[in-house]
């Protein structure tokens, strides 16, 4: 696919190419990074007989613009790295790629247990070689303050009986000790604001239910003050149309927003979908909607849940507002004035149809605390495996992806290697610090390097060289929007895309 940027003319010459193209059904709109890309090949020939545009050339425009933006805001990072798995066969390609950023100001660490593999190794000049068992608690302790990253591709050596660092010392417990090592020094440089903390007394006044006539509901919604927690809870006793309880909080001061990308509810749920939905100063008043946004509880659970902006859509008495043209929805929103904010729970989702794990009976959702969070680059770049979270599946599952589940690595899971690397994910996800976790599928160096598909579901199979994995890894390091993520990678035969965009199509981990 080709990617067209609209505010270069060199781009797209004349207005009526791009009006063309969405009369042709062609091509849709990237709202975030303002750009097109093409959906059919013949849109292609179309562009070049008609306009005179070589696509192939514009491809290769913005993948230097993408790249040449990316040297640029390298430049300025000036980094001090730490790649733990420096001697490994991906940890080595890691390090070769990052030694070509010293001349920017970048100073790099490789760690390694064992000094008998640096000879094989031959890591560049600039990297600057440690050695250090990961199975000792404090082995990492002297990074603490003299590195603002890691990239952590170190592996077990092998199950129970060959030898130290099997799947379990390694793959989850010196991961975790890591985690925690670094956790209190990088939280500490994240910006977040408070928005609502539950535990203060005055909430009870602040929130309050919303009851309208439409909805049929017993003992009416209502929000109760506990000692450290507020308390969202009702009983719904038959269905009815739109959201079929609600509380909000309205404010004569718009919360000003603008500096964070999304809001972490710290919540305990039912297993029920409840959603929150913000308002804005820009409302149009003579049609009432909202911006909401879903999320999914554990029964029981205390859960944190990250909501980024982006993910809140204009809705209506349960229908989307949809924009026209280039634009996907009718509405935006504001985040420098929002004045409202509320939960609800529903028999529709967003887009009005029936929600088919909605129950009638009573509900309880137990707030403790919202804050704002800002996306940063993340510090903590995690290298997994696909398929950790295969074994846990139900027999449907097996069943739908029999061939993701019927693989030799599932099948045998060699020294629960799947489960503690899982583990040792969940460690990373829980720690509060900015990670990315990729989880790369077969390595062999004999695949050809080519496009990188990025995937979630942990349903990827595949192959994918070690030189592209060690790419993604550094790439993941540079860009914020690769934070918070856990995703799949493989590779196919194609042109790679901008790493940008890569990122952006993933989405963001909720539940942490």
């Known amino acids: 696919m080709a990617t067209f940027v609209l505010s270069k003319d060199r781009f797209f010459p004349k207005q009526k190419a791009y009006k063309f193209a969405l009369r042709r059904n062609c091509i849709c709109y990237h709202r975030k990074s303002r750009r097109i890309t093409s959906l059919t090949p013949l849109f292609k020939a179309d562009l070049q007989q008609q306009f005179g545009l070589n696509v192939r050339s514009i491809w290769k425009s ?10 640029e805001d390298m430049k300025k990072q000036k980094r001090n790295i730490l790649v733990v798995g420096a001697t490994g066969r991906v940890g080595r390609l890691v ?7 010293v001349k920017y100001g970048y100073r790099i660490w490789g760690l390694s247990r064992s000094p008998t593999s640096v000879k094989e190794a031959e890591l560049p000049k600039e990297v600057n070689l440690t050695f250090r068992d990961l199975q000792e608690s404090n082995s990492l302790e002297s990074f603490v303050g003299k590195v603002d990253g890691v990239i952590w591709t170190a592996g077990s050596r092998g199950p129970p009986g060959f030898g130290t660092g099997g799947p379990r010392e390694i793959d989850h417990l010196a991961l975790k000790n890591m985690v925690q090592l670094f956790a209190e020094s990088w939280k500490s440089e994240q910006r977040e604001r408070t928005v609502y903390d539950f535990s203060l007394p005055d909430m009870e006044h602040i929130f309050q239910p919303v009851q309208q006539s439409s909805i049929e509901v017993s003992n009416s ?40 990308d999304g809001f972490c509810l710290k919540v305990k749920g039912d297993g029920r979908r409840y959603r929150i939905f ?10 009432e909607y909202s911006f909401q946004c879903e999320f999914d509880t554990k029964s029981g659970e205390w859960q944190n849940i990250r909501l980024l902006f982006s993910d809140f859509i204009p809705v209506k008495n349960s229908k989307i507002l949809f924009g026209e043209g280039a634009n996907l929805y009718k509405y935006r929103l504001n985040k420098s004035s929002i004045h409202m904010i509320g939960f609800g729970i529903s028999r529709l989702d967003l887009g009005g149809l029936v929600d088919p794990n909605f129950r009638t009976g009573r509900f309880e959702l137990v707030l403790e605390k919202i804050t704002a969070f800002s996306l940063t680059i993340p510090r903590l770049v995690v290298l997994s495996s696909a398929a950790v979270t295969r074994l846990e599946w139900n027999e449907k599952q097996r069943q739908i992806y029999a061939g993701s589940f019927n693989i030799p690595i599932v099948q045998l899971n060699p020294g629960n290697i799947l489960n503690e690397k899982r583990m040792g994910e969940d460690a990373v996800r829980s720690s509060g610090i900015p990670y990315c976790i990729i989880r790369a599928t077969g390595l062999n160096d004999e695949h050809p390097s080519g496009r ?13 060289n070690r030189k592209d994995v060690a790419d993604t890894l550094v790439a993941a390091l540079d860009l914020s929007s690769s934070s918070y993520k856990t995703f799949e990678i493989f590779s196919v035969p194609g042109e790679r895309k901008i790493w940008k965009e890569c990122f952006e199509s993933v989405q963001l981990d909720r539940e942490v």
Do not use: W
């Open 62 to 71: 913005l993948q230097k613009q993408g790249h040449d933006a990316q040297t």
């Open 95 to 101: 390090c070769k790629n990052l030694s070509s950023r």
């Open 221 to 260: 919604s209502s929000f109760r003050y506990s000692t450290g927690f507020g308390i969202f809870t009702g009983n719904l006793m038959k269905y009815g149309d739109g959201n079929v309880a609600q509380i909000r909080a309205q404010s004569t001061v718009p919360l000003n927003l603008s500096e964070f």
């Open 278 to 287: 913000l308002k804005d100063n820009e409302v149009d008043t003579s049609e």
């Open 452 to 464: 990188i598909v990025f995937q979630q579901g942990d349903t990827a199979v595949g192959r994918i």
